[in-house]
């Protein structure tokens, strides 16, 4: 088989933003039968994907508090109240 992307890709694109509500994330994967979007910045250019395995993995997490700075840093490691890329506990 020697198709390339431009025959099998969806040429009319549905994007998030990196404000969309997560619920209408879901709505707009549902309604549109797609299992993954590319989330634009304010001038269309690319940010991220957001596919269903990460909508299902947020949904499996507790919310965060609150916190400020990247959200790198303030995810937590699964089984743990550490956040992710925090230095390590002096002894």
Do not use: N, Q
């Amino acid at each position: 088989m020697h198709s390339t992307v431009a025959s099998v890709m969806t040429t009319k694109v549905i994007a998030a933003t990196p404000s969309t509500p997560f619920h209408e994330l879901v709505e707009l994967l549902r309604r549109h039968r797609i299992s993954a979007l590319p989330v634009v910045d304010g001038h269309g250019r690319l940010a991220g994907i957001v596919s269903e395995a990460d909508l299902l993995v947020k949904a499996s997490y507790p919310p965060a508090p609150p916190t400020r700075g990247c959200w790198r840093r303030c995810a937590t490691t699964p089984g743990s109240s550490r956040p992710t890329g925090a230095r390590p506990e002096r002894s």
